[in-house]
């Protein structure tokens, strides 16, 4: 098609999505699309997905060329990051401002809507804090809007993303401060970007704190199944997010910015990785949460109001780290195959539909690498390439409460070796461990899935100013 052609019929595509919800008017949703994963979406595919969904917003963790090119004339706004790697090497403000021209500036001009970039990510979260020693954030931030104003570019926000542990333990919202060990930093932050009108934007892992604190599961959840309940003074909380929400409100407007906007910039429920995480609970997790936010509720301390939200995420990621659990692989609403795993209806109107499948992707042929489970093997042996093929591929869906716990120790092996023949493409020298062979007979089980890798062919760039277009 054309690029006039096809660029009129998006904003056509568009514009019915916009016709067809009042609903959007004030509060979006958006959605991550992460892309640490062996074989990703191509970026045309998820513009498709995300029109034909209805899916107004995106956020992306690498201002990759060849992905900002397929988002310009959508309409679709862009949340970008700009990653550690990256900033780690910007010494002086020119070479922010290099970077910003080539990845913002430019794309600007050709018709990409950014609403955000992320400087760095959850750089003060606790897991992470001291391993990272990320210490530039105030300094990078500070350069990104310098850069984005001279540019002219007011409208684009500049802010990083926090994870809620930067928030002290609390028994009830009112309670709520930011952990003393980076409080300095916080005050800093928050004072960056309440002059320049930027939004806080924290992550919530519902299934996370849940469990961290101790609280029924069902809590978790919108619908009101549970029995549990937090009084604080005046304001009952029967829900785990208005209890986090508030207690991030309280903790704001102690260090003086009671009003300040905040936006959700992921929140969702995995499929597999730990208890409770599955797809009924993700189909009920997402299902109760988006009549939450269509009928405004807001909270007890932010009553009647819209929230923003960025769903977590696109598609699963076999390659992102696990700092957290190995949940954090499985976030996607989507299959890394391109199929919804559960229903949820993005436009907020309650129906009871699965997305549309993601169309372009190509499944490698049905072939798998499964361990022979001869009992001639020499068990230790066996027991090193098993490790081997975990360790090199992704074997996640093991563990307490995940999907492929119950297999027996032979099917767990032949489970390793063919996580390691699909993420190699079907490479057939993966598949030289001992007892392994190739067969076309599908090894899953009722509940646990021996995946078949797709092709796609593409690249993932790192962010780096070394990487350019594919
Ligand atoms: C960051 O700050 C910590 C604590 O002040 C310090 O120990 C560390 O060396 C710093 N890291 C870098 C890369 O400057
Ligand atoms: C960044 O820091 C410089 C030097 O301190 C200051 O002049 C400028 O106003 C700051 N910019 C922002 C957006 O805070
Ligand atoms: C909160 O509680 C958890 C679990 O008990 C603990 O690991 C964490 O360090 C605590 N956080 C703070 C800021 O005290
Ligand atoms: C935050 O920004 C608002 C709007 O510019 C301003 O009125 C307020 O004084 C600022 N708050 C602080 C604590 O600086
Ligand atoms: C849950 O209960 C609260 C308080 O009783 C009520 O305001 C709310 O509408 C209920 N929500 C749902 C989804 O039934
Ligand atoms: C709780 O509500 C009562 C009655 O409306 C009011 O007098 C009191 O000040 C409120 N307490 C708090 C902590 O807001
Ligand atoms: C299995 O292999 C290990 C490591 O090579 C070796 O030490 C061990 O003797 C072997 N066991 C048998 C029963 O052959």
Redesign the pocket.
């Known amino acids: 098609m054309n690029k006039k052609i096809s660029s009129l019929w998006i904003s056509f595509l568009m514009s019915l999505i916009f016709l067809s919800g009042d609903i959007h008017v004030g509060a979006y949703l958006g959605i991550n699309w992460g892309r640490t994963a062996t074989q990703t979406f191509v970026p045309s595919m998820v513009v498709d997905l995300l029109l034909q969904n209805g899916i107004p917003e995106l956020r992306l963790f690498q201002p990759s060329l060849n992905v900002l090119d397929a988002f310009a004339d959508t309409n679709i706004g862009l949340a970008i990051t700009l990653q550690e790697n990256f900033l780690r090497n910007v010494v002086e403000q020119k070479q922010m401002d290099d970077y910003i021209h080539e990845r913002v500036k430019v794309y600007s001009d050709k018709g990409v809507k950014f609403r955000y970039v992320y400087v760095g990510n959850e750089p003060f979260t606790k897991a992470l804090y001291m391993k990272k020693q990320f210490n530039g954030t105030i300094r990078y931030l500070n350069m990104t809007r310098d850069a984005l104003d001279s540019f002219n570019l007011p409208d684009i926000k500049a802010t990083t993303p926090h994870f809620t542990d930067v928030l002290i333990n609390v028994t009830k919202p009112s309670q709520g401060d930011f952990r003393e060990d980076i409080k300095e930093k916080m005050l800093k932050f928050l004072d960056c970007i309440n002059r320049t009108g930027a939004p806080f934007v924290v992550h919530i892992f519902p299934i996370y704190t849940v469990y961290r604190y101790g609280f029924d599961v069902d809590f978790a959840f919108?619908?009101?199944k549970s029995k549990f309940k937090i009084i604080d003074g005046n304001n009952t909380y029967?829900n785990l997010f208005t209890f986090i929400y508030d207690t991030l409100v309280s903790a704001l407007a102690k260090a003086g910015y009671g009003d300040m906007e905040i936006v959700v910039g992921q929140i969702g429920w995995p499929t597999d990785g730990y208890v409770s995480a599955s797809e009924a609970n993700a189909e009920r997790f997402h299902r109760?949460l988006l009549?939450?936010i269509s009928r405004k509720d807001g909270t007890p301390l932010r009553p009647n109001r819209d929230i923003d939200m960025y769903l977590l995420g696109l598609t699963d990621e076999n390659k992102v780290a696990t700092d957290y659990g190995p949940y954090q692989r499985h976030w996607g609403i989507y299959k890394h195959d391109g199929l919804p795993k559960y229903k949820i209806d993005f436009t907020m109107q309650d129906r009871d539909v699965k997305p549309t499948i993601a169309k372009g992707t190509v499944r490698m042929p049905n072939r798998w690498c499964v361990f022979d489970g001869k009992t001639d093997h020499n068990e230790t042996l066996v027991l090193q390439d098993y490790d081997y093929a975990c360790g090199e591929s992704d074997c996640t869906a093991f563990g307490t409460g995940a999907t492929c716990d119950h297999l027996s120790f032979i099917e767990k092996v032949s489970y390793g070796y063919n996580m390691l023949y699909q993420m190699s493409n079907q490479d057939q020298r993966k598949c030289n461990l001992l007892g392994a062979t190739i067969t076309t007979n599908n090894p899953s089980t009722p509940d646990c899935d021996f995946p078949i890798e797709i092709l796609t062919a593409e690249v993932v760039d790192g962010g780096s100013t070394l990487t350019k277009r594919y």
């Open positions: 919108f619908d009101n029967t109760s009549q939450y």
